[in-house]
């Protein structure tokens, strides 16, 4: 069984940075990794996703501020973000899956995990 338990959330000031982490356990390192995010009366959108080859993709809006990378030995996803935004502020879920054709739909994954609150001020 695969499960996912993101950690590293907080609040922070406009121009900060976070790391979240993503720890999953069942994990095999061929899944599709990616962070989604969900602010309050809006749909959850993918922001990072990471593949079995280290292939990431990025949304736009995060281009050149946040970055996903892996740890295999420690069956870790992370994601660093800088120059955090207000538009930033959102619950941020890690998700897995398997056989992801598209990389930011959320039907394409199988595990996510509880999510991590990210709250930044202006």
């Known amino acids: 069984q695969v499960q996912l338990v993101e950690s590293g959330g907080g609040s922070v000031q406009a121009g900060g940075s976070l790391r979240l982490s993503c720890v999953v356990s069942?994990?095999?390192?061929?899944?599709?990794t990616a962070w989604f995010r969900q602010a309050p009366g809006t749909e959850r959108e993918g922001v990072a996703a990471?593949?079995?080859?280290?292939?990431?993709t990025y949304e736009d809006s995060v281009k050149g501020r946040f970055t996903i990378s892996k740890d295999n030995a420690k069956n870790t996803v992370y994601l660093t973000m800088e120059t955090l935004k207000p538009e930033d502020t959102a619950i941020y879920y890690c998700?897995?899956?398997?056989?992801?054709?598209?990389?930011?739909?959320?039907?394409?994954?199988?595990?996510w995990g509880q999510g991590t609150q990210v709250t930044v001020s202006s």
């Open positions: 998700a897995a899956g398997a056989y992801v054709a598209v990389v930011f739909m959320v039907g394409e994954y199988n595990y």
């Open positions: 069942g994990y095999t390192n061929r899944f599709t």
């Open positions: 990471i593949d079995a080859d280290d292939r990431t």
